[in-house]
């Protein structure tokens, strides 16, 4: 190209659509042609009812809002920012303009001349689809359940080959299933897997349906043992109910399934239900030989770990299979599921590990019973990366005589855990929200009456500790205490309902930001200015409106941010549009937030908005619609406005 | 090519655009009234062999035109020029203009005469415009030509005002370089030290500090060139 200005600005243009679509030339051309205009804040580019002018254009800095004067108001339709076309109505119809476009800040814009444009249409249908489906479309219609929990990667990153699409790969049952009626005795079953050279025996009813399974591991510990004869029949030890699974089933489910109920066996039936015929079973072997690295391996290696060294390599390789999760687009809901299974799995290794160390410092087993929870994101099963520990500690209610011994020993305990996650890449909490903390570290009871002290005495600090606190999940240990604390909860909301109205006044301290590049979303001072606070701005809106939503619908049991919202929908059919669409913004907002964290190696939590491309950005700013909704909805279900 | 030794004393200018451009009326007088908006504005920049404008030869000319906010990019000036000597290898990183741009470019007449077209009686803007000014009319002269006679405005200068330094008697040079005041004043720089580039981006400075200026009610080329 001629002139170095005018290549500077094809190739900013080449990476928006529609320019995008054209070919090199066509855009070379146009790219000469443009007129680079400043406009100062508060211009009008263009004013609603004005006959259109021979331009589109472009924002190339700052912003622009598209006003629409209706009598005497003006309202704000859209806001463009960096790359947003606007003004193409000339292009479209010979028609006033219907909107106005004015500057909200000092803004460069690219004014493209119409003129040959019109050609260019004509001669590139592409571009002429483009600008009609997606002018004609509202800018709500840009977040469509299509798009669910998908985000926009760069080429690049999605062709690489070390990314295969595995998980998602549809299972093949290539063999035909070996087969036994319940009434066959042991030894007849054993020759018929080993002609077969099988692992495992399918028993089935004279329809075909699977009435359980035998396997290999059921031989060595039913008949080697001596515990049953070799003429036993096999329906007095097989495996039952046997899972079973559809035949079409994922990679991805299957796994879900095997860790979930820790079996290394699925039926596959021709329905996916028990009461159809056999097609063929999956083993965790035929897993493992498809992909390398895989959860359950990793699970299995973690239950072995001795030393947190050794759990820190494992949780690395996790982090190689988060990636390969996110770089395959893998749902969040399963990739969350795998990676809390495994976070999990971590803890309660460390925390037997450190059961054995204070039994072995003369300190005892552990006392009474209790439990070890998570809080914040890992309650929330919303860890992907590992970020600061979050935990605490409820026990058993002991006569008072023993409290303080007790006592004692669960803070030597905790602090003996806690330690040994920060070991394994946990970082201890710079809150000190750690079981170590006494404060943190209470028996049942106690626990009590600490949440009904917040709940009746609703403050800044009571306020922000239940956002981090009720959010808890058993990890570890007794599983009816949790429970009668989140009962003890919701118990509590429900007499103080005004608590809610606290808390709702909270979750709108954080306003959605409403596009990337005003100043104001951006940290304006301190350690990441100029940075946005992914979870600050973003995911706490949504995390505490979805905690306020089933508090007061006396939901409990579900921790997670959009299975929250997704049961919200069910709960309000007649809200269920906004709750989707907060569950979708959610799980894209904390995949984009795994990667940025895993490209820049941190918790991902802050980074430049202006690294990011075009389609990543206008995806997370679609993101920023839900939190506005769910907002003004929280606004008005509590009516913060008198509040406030 | 005619000889420019005969040419020096101005009696027998080389480049035919000099007798329409020494035509023009620069009258102050007349242009004091003209709003801002409806002022062409020429931003230029030259890159050269080196600092010494006496000595040294120009490399290439870049220019944009900023009238009303705009800049037309259909309309804007970019010449390499042949010079009799290649640049010095050390000045190559810095500008990026390699011996053989140069042999590829125009003679140096024919790039000042489409120039002197291109700026008619514009008001002339640079950063440091004062080196630039001087390197060209040295240029001019050996051409047999006289100075350029056009107004113009150093948008250093401009910051220095915008910023209400001017009053106070000392500044950081540092802080009004070409690449300090675009940080300050959120211009993203690219092809830093093309003499297009830089002229681009003096354009989009420009732009900025007269918005600031006009909101301190500068609103003509007298308020603007006056003080």
Request: proline content about 5%; aromatic content about 8%; overall charge neutral.
């Amino acid at each position: 190209m001629a002139n170095t200005i005018s290549q500077r600005v094809y190739d900013f243009l080449k990476d928006f659509p529609p320019f995008s679509l054209l070919e090199k030339e066509v855009l070379e051309r146009v790219s000469e042609r443009v007129i680079v205009r400043y406009v100062q804040p508060k211009e009008i580019i263009f004013r609603q009812g004005e006959s259109p002018k021979p331009f589109i254009y472009i924002v190339r800095e700052g912003a622009v809002h598209l006003l629409r004067t209706e009598e005497e108001d003006r309202i704000l339709m859209d806001e463009c920012d960096e790359g947003d076309v606007f003004g193409i109505r000339p292009l479209i119809a010979q028609q006033p303009y219907s909107l106005t476009a004015m500057a909200v800040e000092e803004t460069l814009i690219y004014a493209i001349g119409i003129e040959g444009f019109e050609k260019v249409l004509n001669e590139n249908p592409k571009v002429s689809f483009y600008l009609a489906t997606n002018f004609a479309a509202g800018v709500r219609n840009r977040f469509s359940s299509e798009n669910k929990g998908r985000i926009f990667l760069d080429r690049d990153m999605l062709i690489d080959s070390n990314f295969r699409l595995v998980e998602v790969q549809s299972m093949e049952t290539s063999r035909t299933p070996v087969t036994c009626s319940p009434g066959t005795r042991v030894r007849s079953a054993a020759l018929t897997m080993t002609d077969n050279e099988v692992g495992s025996i399918v028993v089935v009813n004279d329809a075909g349906h699977p009435l359980g399974i035998l396997t290999d591991r059921d031989l060595r510990k039913n008949i080697a043992t001596g515990i049953h004869g070799l003429d036993t029949a096999v329906s007095t030890f097989m495996s039952k109910p046997v899972i079973c699974v559809p035949p079409n089933i994922t990679m991805a489910d299957v796994q879900i399934i095997m860790v979930k109920h820790r079996i290394h066996h699925l039926c596959v039936t021709e329905t996916g239900r028990p009461d159809s015929p056999v097609r063929g079973v999956i083993s965790e072997h035929d897993l493992l030989v498809i992909q390398g690295n895989n959860p359950a391996i990793l699970l299995k290696e973690i239950r072995k770990g001795k030393q947190p060294a050794e759990l820190k390599q494992i949780r690395e390789k996790a982090e190689t299979l988060l990636r390969k999760y996110l770089h395959q687009e893998v749902s969040i809901s399963f990739i969350s599921t795998i990676m809390s299974e495994i976070n999990d799995a971590i803890i309660c290794q460390a925390i037997k590990l450190s059961e054995i160390a204070l039994v072995a410092e003369g300190m005892g087993p552990a006392p009474t019973a209790y439990s070890w929870l998570g809080l914040g994101s890992e309650g929330r099963e919303e860890q992907l990366l590992r970020t600061d520990q979050d935990n605490a500690l409820v026990f058993a209610d002991v006569p008072k005589s023993k409290e303080e011994a007790t006592r004692s020993w669960f803070l030597q305990f905790a602090q003996s855990v806690t330690r040994m996650l920060n070991q394994v890449g946990f970082d201890f909490c710079p809150g000190d929200m750690m079981a170590s903390n006494p404060s943190w570290c209470l028996s049942e009871s106690e626990w009590k009456e600490q949440f009904s002290r917040w709940i009746l005495n609703p403050n800044q600090n009571s306020i922000l500790y239940s956002t981090i606190f009720f959010d808890f999940r058993c990890i570890f240990g007794d599983e009816n205490m949790p429970k009668a604390l989140s009962q003890h909860i919701l118990d509590m909301v429900k007499k103080q309902t005004i608590f809610l109205n606290f808390l709702a006044k909270h979750a709108l301290d954080n306003p959605p930001p409403l596009s990337f590049f005003r100043n104001f979303v951006v940290e304006r001072s301190g350690e990441h200015k100029d940075e946005f606070d992914i979870k600050k701005r973003a995911m706490m809106p949504l995390t505490d409106a979805a905690r306020i939503l089933v508090l007061e619908a006396g939901v409990s049991g579900i921790n997670n941010t959009f299975r929250r919202f997704e049961k919200m929908a069910e709960l309000e059919p007649q809200n269920a549009d906004i709750y989707i669409s907060a569950a979708n913004a959610y799980e894209i907002l904390m995949r984009y937030r795994a990667l940025q964290g895993l490209q820049n190696r941190n918790s991902g939590r802050y980074f430049k908005p202006d690294e990011l491309n075009k389609m990543q950005r206008l995806q997370l700013r679609n993101c920023f619609y839900p939190i506005s909704e769910i907002q003004s909805l929280l606004n008005l279900r509590f009516q913060l406005s008198v509040l406030r | 090519m005619s000889n420019w030794f005969t040419n020096r004393n101005g009696k027998n200018p080389a480049i035919p655009q000099w007798k329409a451009y020494e035509a023009l009326s620069f009258s102050r007088k007349r242009q004091k009234k003209r709003p801002i908006e409806a002022t062409r504005f020429v931003v230029f920049d030259t890159e050269t062999t080196g600092l010494n404008y006496q000595q040294d030869r120009i490399l290439s000319i870049g220019a944009v035109s900023v009238i009303n906010g705009q800049i037309d990019l259909s309309n804007t000036f970019e010449k390499f020029l042949i010079q009799d000597f290649a640049p010095a290898p050390e000045s190559i990183p810095i500008h990026g203009i390699l011996p053989q741009t140069i042999l590829a470019g125009s003679s140096e007449a024919e790039t000042l005469g489409a120039f002197l077209d291109y700026v008619g009686d514009s008001i002339l803007v640079g950063h440091h415009v004062g080196f630039d000014l001087a390197i060209t009319n040295v240029a001019l002269q050996r051409h047999g030509c006289g100075k350029l006679r056009n107004q113009n405005l150093d948008t250093k200068m401009l910051a220095l005002r915008v910023e209400h330094v001017l009053k106070t008697s000392f500044y950081r040079p540092d802080d009004y370089t070409l690449d300090a005041l675009c940080m300050r004043f959120k211009l993203t720089p690219s092809d830093r030290h093309t003499a297009s580039g830089d002229a681009y981006l003096t354009a989009l400075l420009l732009l900025k500090l007269l918005y600031r200026l006009k909101l301190r009610e500068v609103h003509t080329l007298g308020a603007l060139l006056g003080s």
